[in-house]
């Protein structure tokens, strides 16, 4: 046994030896290389694997990393993977042994080997023409304009014409000349590359072809005559090309299309009339084509479909709306840029006929509506065009229980009539028109528990009328409330969660709050609160959500916020506490998530949470933790979320924590740490 460690060790040692050596050696000469012998499965394995690569072994599954790893007997490689090494073309000569080699990923900027290097390599892929058990070549992804790589690599690897299924040569400067000979493709993918008719000429005898991918080819709609042919596509990407209405007609018999990209091409109404016979068609992306309501006959026929992009179209929202009706179960991507759609015909009028006519109505003017034994219970007009006027068709359904007007432009005047809805019991108002003066109307909701008033115009004298109502849930986000509107919530005893994110509450109004005994939820994130205005917030003790991020509170704050031993949720982001505050944090026994982005805490303050059993968020984004910290990290074993970015935690402390908890959503960048990226 112990022999054959030691043989082990020696073999090892022997292997890192040579690694040493080819990272001493000096690069390859931009000449050809002279011939050399092949080298056997083994050696090219050991090479690929030291150079930062993976392979994989036939017969056996699963990639390999570690040359410790590979097989004590003989092997045959069925896959190399070399993304991520710094390998030039030349040494591609290696692998001109691997007979059984099946998949070979190369990395992309291995074809630059340096800015403004003329040397072309494409000639260099000829080292693997007589790989003939070889099923997929892909390039990877670059970050480099184009990778220098053309025409001539693709006529050098010719003889892999039989054999070759999948090719990816994205962001090439491959036109598609030399092609033709690869007859057995399945899938080719020349994204960002030059192709143009010509190469699409080259095409013709892939009649296996399932996927090919010509976003912004430089192809013509005379040229996609020569696509016509290949009737086994399933994924077509042409974005971004030049073709039109003429070109697309060539297209009419790719009958097993299931995903077809024509994103920014001139596409009409005309032109969509080719795609009627797609009838296995599911994804279809129409972005920023000229396609308006007219489509929306042919799209209905395709009931396959489950996404269509028409954003940036001509189709308004009721096309949209027509189809969702005829295809209910395709995700329809659109952006309304109308300011403000307009009423469909028939319906600016005032219905008759009770609940089902109301519901109707609504569904019309592009809201929704839910019905219930015959009654209409919740209503959705959201960023509709209802006007106050309009509303009065609410006015009698007096079973229901939940109204949407968000970003509507009803105001004031509409809310008189819901005034009589008395089952309702959530209230929707964010971002419409209404002012203080509106909610006199709704002083007799008394069922009303949830009103979302964010982003309107109040500035709170207005509450006084909600103070008999059993609200639960008030959001006031992006108001004007000032602390003498504040203090029109001290009689709302029933309130569990109050939303005053970037309102012009101060220190001051907070003691409107402390009559709030049932109060659960307390977000007064980007508020103007401070240290002074802690003790209010003190005799908030049922409290188990407090947010005050963005606000003015020091170390000096937290002191007060002790006695709050029910939280469960804490956020502090970007506010000036530090280690001071932890032990107090750290009493909050029962916290779950916790928010310290941006503030000055450290390893000391971390220490101090020792106690957070049942913590499982933790955002540590920008703040001052170091390795130091990784042991206590690593003991929240609890944790679904952990932010470490912009941290000082290395590469060795992430993986301390990630084996402690393996199950836990970790954002982690080491390079984060850079002073140039902290805080900015």
């Not at 009649?207 to 696509?227: F, K, Y």
């Not at 419409?432 to 004298?461: C, F, K, P, Q, Y």
């Not at 103070?467 to 849930?473: C, G, K, T, V």
Request: aromatic share 4%.
């Amino acid at each position: 046994m112990n022999g054959m460690k030691l043989d082990r060790r020696w073999r090892v040692g022997l292997i890192w030896f040579a690694a040493l050596a080819v990272v001493a050696s000096p690069r390859p000469s931009t000449s050809a290389p002279a011939s050399r012998a092949e080298e056997s499965d083994r050696q090219v394995a050991e090479w690929v694997i030291l150079m930062g690569g993976s392979v994989g072994i036939e017969g056996q599954a699963g990639r390999i990393r570690d040359v410790t790893r590979l097989p004590a007997d003989e092997f045959q490689l069925e896959r190399v993977d070399l993304v991520g090494t710094n390998i030039l073309p030349p040494d591609l000569q290696r692998l001109t042994g691997l007979t059984r080699l099946r998949f070979l990923d190369l990395p992309g900027p291995m074809w630059n080997p340096s800015a403004g290097a003329r040397i072309d390599y494409s000639g260099e892929l000829r080292h693997l023409a007589g790989l003939n058990s070889l099923e997929e070549l892909r390039f990877s992804y670059t970050y480099l304009e184009s990778i220098k790589f053309n025409d001539e690599g693709i006529e050098a690897i010719a003889p892999l014409g039989p054999t070759l299924r999948r090719l990816s040569l994205e962001d090439t400067q491959v036109r598609g000349r030399h092609l033709a000979p690869f007859t057995n493709l399945e899938a080719l993918d020349l994204v960002y590359c030059p192709v143009d008719d010509e190469g699409l000429e080259q095409m013709r005898g892939m009649s296996g072809l399932r996927q090919l991918l010509l976003r912004d080819a430089l192809i013509s709609d005379e040229g996609l005559r020569d696509l016509g042919g290949l009737v086994n596509l399933e994924h077509l990407d042409l974005g971004g090309t030049k073709i039109s209405d003429a070109g697309v007609a060539h297209l009419g018999e790719l009958k097993k299309l299931k995903k077809l990209n024509l994103q920014g091409v001139d596409l009409t109404d005309e032109g969509i009339r080719h795609l009627a016979a797609m009838s296995g068609l599911e994804e279809l992306n129409l972005y920023g084509t000229r396609v308006s309501n007219v489509a929306v006959d042919v799209l209905m026929g395709l009931e396959g479909l489950r996404t269509v992009d028409l954003r940036y179209t001509r189709m308004t929202r009721a096309g949209v709306e027509r189809l969702h009706d005829a295809i209910p179960m395709c995700n329809l991507m659109f952006q309304d840029t109308s300011v403000r759609p307009e009423l469909p015909e028939g319906a600016d009028r005032l219905v008759a006929g009770g609940d089902a006519a109301v519901a109707d109505w609504v569904r019309s003017i592009g809201g929704r509506a839910v019905v219930e034994d015959g009654g209409l219970i919740e209503i959705s007009m959201e960023g509709t065009s209802v006007t106050d006027e309009l509303l009065e068709n609410l006015a009698a359904l007096d079973r229901l229980r939940t109204l949407c007007l968000r970003s509507t432009e009803v105001g004031d005047l509409g809310m008189r009539h819901l005034a009589g809805l008395t089952d309702l019991e959530t209230l929707d108002l964010d971002g419409t028109m209404i002012s203080d003066s509106g909610l006199e109307h709704l002083a007799g909701l008394d069922r009303l528990r949830t009103l979302v008033l964010s982003h309107t115009e109040l500035h709170g004298h207005g509450l006084a009328a909600l103070q008999d109502l059993p609200l639960e849930d008030l959001q006031l986000a992006d108001a004007p409330i000032d602390d003498q509107g504040l203090a029109n919530l001290s009689g709302i005893g029933t309130l569990r969660d109050l939303g005053l994110a970037f309102t012009d509450v101060t220190d001051a109004g907070l003691a409107a709050l402390g009559s709030l005994e049932d109060l659960r939820r307390l977000d007064l994130a980007g508020t103007d609160v401070g240290n002074r205005g802690m003790p209010h917030l003190a005799r908030l003790e049922g409290l188990t959500a407090l947010q005050l991020g963005y606000t003015r509170i020091t170390d000096d704050a937290m002191q007060h916020l002790g006695r709050l031993s029910g939280l469960q949720e804490l956020g502090l982001i970007r506010t000036r506490i530090g280690d001071e505050s932890m032990p107090i944090v750290g009493g909050f026994a029962r916290l779950n998530s916790l928010n310290l982005d941006y503030t000055e805490v450290g390893d000391a303050g971390l220490e101090a949470l020792d106690g957070l059993a049942d913590l499982r968020r933790l955002s540590l984004d920008s703040t001052h933790v170091t390795d130091a910290s990784a042991p206590r990290l690593a003991r929240f074993r609890n944790l679904d979320e952990l932010n470490l970015y912009h941290t000082f935690i290395t590469e060795d402390g992430y993986r301390r924590i990630r084996e402690a908890v393996p199950e836990c959503t970790i954002i982690f960048d080491p390079r984060s740490s850079d002073p140039k990226r902290r805080r900015s």
